[in-house]
């Protein structure tokens, strides 16, 4: 009941301010005194009991849902856990987990963490929490999520199973701020081409891009592969800055404009970190919103090549309105323009349904493996600083097209990724190596070039049998590739980091491979780009 009265409460000062408020229309304030009525006469009149506090959340929901994909509204609830990922932490025990066989297994402790601290190791499963069994019980995602975070100084006790050990080990971990990072990995490609990876465009990515070129400058690097593959974007500020790194001073980097909105736009500066050498962007259809800003205009200025498939279409801005109960909507105001004038906002005028599943009809279209089913009309056609051809209205198409590698949907690959089988083989068999291997290849540039997949893959086939996973002969012949790139990688996953997972698995992807070729084949020079030889 109370927070019933609440809600009439926060609903009748509004439409009181909406009545006195001269500047809003007429029809304005009676469509808000219209629906707050509504629901007085629901409470009062309604033949069942109404919950008045779900019907407005429904509405809300409901009435964004009317305008763009990209209007959310997020319960009071669940706000901080919804800009955890913009802000780059959150506060836990710290680890990398995976539910498999229906037990919680880390796969790795995150550096620096309380969990990392007490000895925590990858392979370690957590069997019991607060006393409680937590394996064989269908435990979720989100269920590990509730009993292991919590707020800083907080203790948690947990009980792991370790291989070799009798007992279950005890640990009681005191949660601390863990960080998020936006940046996957950053390793020398060749010997002169420095590769980055960022996931988000978060509060602490430019620091991460920072140290992550300093580093490989320090190793040689003169060009750079900046992977924003599956990143589906984050903060407009961030995604400026990283642009910025690249483009010179005074440079359009994006503008902005909505219909309360001005035009405002955004420079670079003369103070990049990447001024020099030549660039190359990877996105796919997984790259959105801050991801195409940046690829738009590294590819509008001619200051590097794009490469990789059509990127998601997102050109829509969305700022947070706080509402009376602490309750956010993050309503769309602008949309973005990359400096040829393209807004690369993809059609949404058939609801939300049919806007995300443009990205799958796009498979049934053909044009994952050529662009030539794709068609635009000259109204959607721009023209970058070196008067090549660009297009807008949905998404950022690349300067060099790379198709799907349809190797990695065949069955017997599927299956031993979404059952899980691969990912826990990968820690079982790194657990049960760990000294040998790690004495064998001592550091992810030895493990790359040395280590000889074929006999694990015995192994697999055993452990695949076990897991209730059929084998098959012919299915692996024709994913041999991805899948022995990809156990490969896990296990350098498992032995090192995440960064040792792109370094081992990168080469086995074509647009990768397409990347490193333009550089160091020299393909780069034969496009008109601002900056080709240096």
Request: proline share 3%; charged share 30%.
């Amino acid at each position: 009941m109370k927070s019933l009265l609440l809600t009439f409460a926060l609903l009748w000062s509004a439409s009181v301010s909406f009545a006195q408020n001269p500047l809003l229309e007429a029809d304005f304030r009676q469509s808000a005194e219209k629906f707050t009525a509504l629901l007085y006469h629901l409470d009062q009149s309604y033949v069942d009991s109404v919950d008045t506090e779900e019907l407005v959340e429904s509405a809300i929901v409901k009435v964004l849902a009317e305008l763009d994909p990209h209007s959310v509204y997020i319960p009071a609830k669940d706000v901080l856990k919804a800009n955890e990922g913009l802000e780059g932490n959150f506060e836990g025990i710290g680890i990398q987990f995976n539910i498999l066989r229906d037990t919680i297994t880390v796969v790795s402790p995150i550096s620096g963490g309380p969990s990392e601290k007490l000895g925590i190791m990858a392979g370690d499963k957590i069997v019991s929490i607060e006393g409680e069994n937590v394996a064989g019980i269908g435990i979720t995602n989100n269920d590990v999520a509730e009993k292991l975070r919590g707020d800083k100084g907080t203790k948690v006790n947990i009980a792991v199973q370790r291989r070799g050990a009798r007992e279950p080990l005890d640990f009681e971990i005191t949660r601390d701020k863990i960080p998020i990072f936006s940046l996957d990995a950053a390793y020398m490609a060749s010997d002169k081409v420095g590769y980055i990876k960022l996931n988000r465009f978060a509060k602490t990515t430019m620091r991460e891009f920072h140290e992550a070129v300093a580093k490989l400058k320090k190793e040689g690097m003169e060009d750079l592969i900046l992977d924003l593959q599956g990143n589906g974007g984050g903060l407009l500020e961030t995604s400026i800055k990283l642009a910025d790194q690249f483009l010179k001073n005074k440079e359009l980097i994006v503008y902005t404009e909505g219909r309360n909105y001005p035009r405002r736009e955004a420079n670079a500066g003369d103070t990049g970190d990447f001024l020099e050498g030549r660039l190359v962007v990877l996105i796919d259809d997984g790259s959105a919103s801050a991801s195409e800003i940046v690829a738009g205009a590294v590819q509008d200025w001619d200051r590097g090549l794009v490469i990789g498939r059509r990127s998601f279409g997102k050109g829509l801005v969305q700022r947070p309105v706080q509402l009376p109960d602490g309750s956010v909507v993050r309503l769309t105001t602008q949309k973005y323009f990359t400096p040829s004038g393209r807004c690369i906002q993809k059609p949404y005028d058939e609801g939300v349904q049919a806007y995300y599943r443009e990205k799958f009809e796009r498979y049934e279209k053909g044009e994952l493996w050529s662009l030539d089913s794709l068609y635009m009309p000259d109204s959607l056609k721009y023209f970058t600083d070196k008067k090549r051809v660009v297009y807008g209205g949905g998404g950022i198409i690349p300067d060099i097209f790379v198709p799907v590698d349809t190797s990695y949907n065949a069955k017997l690959n599927s299956d031993l990724i979404r059952r899980g089988v691969m990912n826990s083989f990968a820690i079982t068999y790194a657990n049960a190596n760990r000294k040998k291997l790690l004495r064998a290849y001592p550091n992810v540039k030895s493990y790359k070039a040395e280590f000889d997949i074929e006999p694990v893959i015995e192994e697999l086939k055993i452990y695949a049998a076990n897991e209730e996973v059929e084998w098959d002969d012919e299915g692996y012949e024709k994913a041999k590739v991805m899948i022995d790139g990809r156990l490969k990688a896990l296990i350098a996953r498992s032995l090192w980091d995440y960064s040792a997972y792109f370094e081992v698995f990168n080469p086995y992807w074509k647009t990768y491979r397409t990347a490193l070729e333009v550089l160091e084949k020299d393909t780069y020079s034969t496009y008109n780009l601002a900056k080709t030889e240096f």
